[in-house]
């Protein structure tokens, strides 16, 4: 197993501060460690939040609602309104979106207030729908 400790001092950036860099990379498996870093990659680490889509109503409550999550296919310039993904699975918000997959709604019962189904997205009970039953 090869493997790569790097050491990095560097106190004349800040000379208030000593910062410290460790990293430690195994090349065999490409894993990247990052086991003590300065407050500037700690502030960064905050504002990583993974992908995905949580749905809640106009008064901000949390509402599960069925939606398909699939693989994303590029639709531009396709005439009228082509499904947006492929090899899609049926879930119940909220979901976790991996690389590469969109969402889109099963049902017509509400009306996203945005255009990309990703994050925390607003829906509006759709006045037009029609229960089957």
């Known amino acids: 197993m090869s493997s790569i400790l790097l050491f990095w001092q560097c106190g004349?950036?800040?000379?208030?501060?000593?910062?410290?860099?460790?990293?430690?990379?195994?090349?065999?498996?490409?894993?990247?460690?990052?086991?003590?870093?300065?407050?500037?990659?700690s502030e960064l680490f905050l504002i990583l939040q993974p992908r995905m889509l949580?749905?809640?109503?106009?008064?901000?409550?949390?509402?599960?609602?069925?939606?398909?999550v699939g693989q994303?296919?590029?639709?531009?310039?396709?005439?009228?309104?082509?499904?947006?993904?492929?090899?899609?699975?049926?879930?119940?918000?909220?979901?976790?979106?991996a690389a590469g997959d969109r969402a889109e709604l099963t049902t017509e019962k509400y009306i996203p207030l945005s255009p990309i189904l990703e994050g925390f997205v607003i829906l509006r009970k759709n006045p037009d729908y029609m229960d089957d039953q």
């Open 12 to 41: 004349s950036v800040l000379k208030s501060r000593h910062l410290e860099l460790l990293f430690f990379l195994r090349l065999s498996d490409s894993v990247f460690y990052l086991l003590s870093a300065p407050s500037f990659f």
């Open 54 to 68: 949580m749905t809640v109503d106009e008064n901000l409550k949390p509402l599960s609602v069925p939606v398909r």
């Open 72 to 97: 994303a296919v590029d639709v531009v310039g396709q005439a009228g309104r082509p499904k947006s993904i492929t090899g899609f699975q049926t879930h119940s918000t909220p979901v976790i979106l």
